[in-house]
């Protein structure tokens, strides 16, 4: 055995231009998530809190601090006089990196599911701090990354209806997330149509137009068009009834 990771890393070659990421089971027979960067690999457990740590005898810190905040509400009726610190802030905002350098990484291992609830899990994470922070500047330290969280939780979400065929609904959560992102910037007077998390949804948007097959629908309507423009009106009332047997309105 030895401690030097040189044969490691060379059968791993780092590469600039995209995220170097992937899945496999441990010596403990556990699934990891490992991360390649420039001066090495990061390894990360697949569930619970990324270094496998349990802080307080709890999953994450931020199960033990929305505890914290379950208690004080039973005993104060209420959320005031619970407040987090800028040390306990801090240290949330380090275990949110862990969860982010996981998720991006298990989104380029395309499992969106666990993609979906490490966003789930920051996007809580920000609203704890957002609701209770002792100080203003702890709260701006994490609100600047909400619409990027937004966005990697919308094309998770979106990637999933995809792999199901649903490519309608794979587009209307597009638009629900270009939605929520929009909101939020308008809620603090900022201008949407600069945002950059929303050009990325966007685009992907346009993407998953470009991939989608057509459906059943989508052919008839095309053939209803090329019935009227060759005035074949009882082609196009035959049409018109197999679309209104999908249940589509005309």
């Known amino acids: 055995m030895t401690d030097d990771l040189t044969q490691l890393l060379k059968h791993w070659p780092y590469r600039p231009d995209t995220v170097n990421a992937r899945k496999l089971i441990g010596l403990d027979g556990r699934e990891k998530v490992q991360m390649r960067v420039d001066l090495g690999i990061i390894q990360m457990e697949a569930t619970g809190r990324p270094d496998g740590r349990r802080p307080q005898g709890m999953e994450s810190l931020l199960e033990y601090h929305l505890t914290r905040l379950e208690i004080h509400r039973r005993q104060h009726g209420g959320d005031v006089g619970f407040t987090l610190s800028t040390s306990e802030c801090k240290q949330l905002r380090d275990e949110g ?15 969106y599911q666990s993609v979906v609830r490490d966003t789930n899990r920051n996007l809580q994470l920000f ?14 330290a994490l609100e600047q990354y909400r619409p990027y969280v937004l966005m990697m939780n919308t094309r998770a979400h979106a990637l999933m209806a995809s792999d199901r ?30 945002c950059r998390e929303i050009e990325i949804l966007r685009e992907f948007a346009d993407q998953l137009k470009a991939d989608k097959p057509p ?36």
Do not use: N
């Open 97 to 111: 990196t862990q969860y982010y350098l996981r998720y991006l990484s298990l989104f380029h291992c395309s499992d």
């Open 165 to 194: 065929k649903e490519y309608r609904r794979a587009l209307e959560l597009v638009d629900e997330g270009i939605t929520r992102i929009s909101d939020y910037l308008e809620s603090l007077g900022e201008v949407a149509v600069t």
């Open 127 to 140: 609203d704890l701090v957002r609701a209770h922070a002792a100080e203003d500047d702890d709260r701006r």
């Open 215 to 250: 459906t059943e629908e989508d052919i008839l309507r095309d053939e209803l068009r090329d019935a009227v423009a060759r005035e074949d009106y009882e082609l196009a009332a035959r049409l018109r009834d197999q679309l209104r047997a999908l249940g589509v309105l005309l």
